[in-house]
């Protein structure tokens, strides 16, 4: 197999593991857009994202920037 067909390959599992973690951890109640980029860095940590539990409560949320300043609980 050459390296341009070996990065492909890779490059397609890792956008495929980036949107199935970030469909799955949104499902899951987990943070999406960490975890979708974590699976596209580390495709593997989908299977870890798989065994875990789904999260009980609320889904975890970044504060956008401006909720930062305004409230220092978010600091």
């Known amino acids: ?5 070996i990065i492909a ?6 956008i495929l593991a980036s949107l ?15 975890w979708a980029a974590w699976c596209f860095i580390f495709p593997p940590l989908l299977l870890m994202l798989v065994l875990l539990r789904r999260n009980a409560g609320n889904r975890p949320r970044q504060p956008s920037l401006d909720e930062q300043d ?3 609980e978010w600091a």
């Open 1 to 5: 197999m050459t390296a341009i067909k």
């Open 9 to 14: 390959l890779w490059g397609v599992s890792a």
């Open 20 to 34: 199935v973690g970030g469909i799955l951890a949104y499902r899951k109640r987990r943070d999406h857009s960490a």
């Open 70 to 72: 305004r409230d220092p």
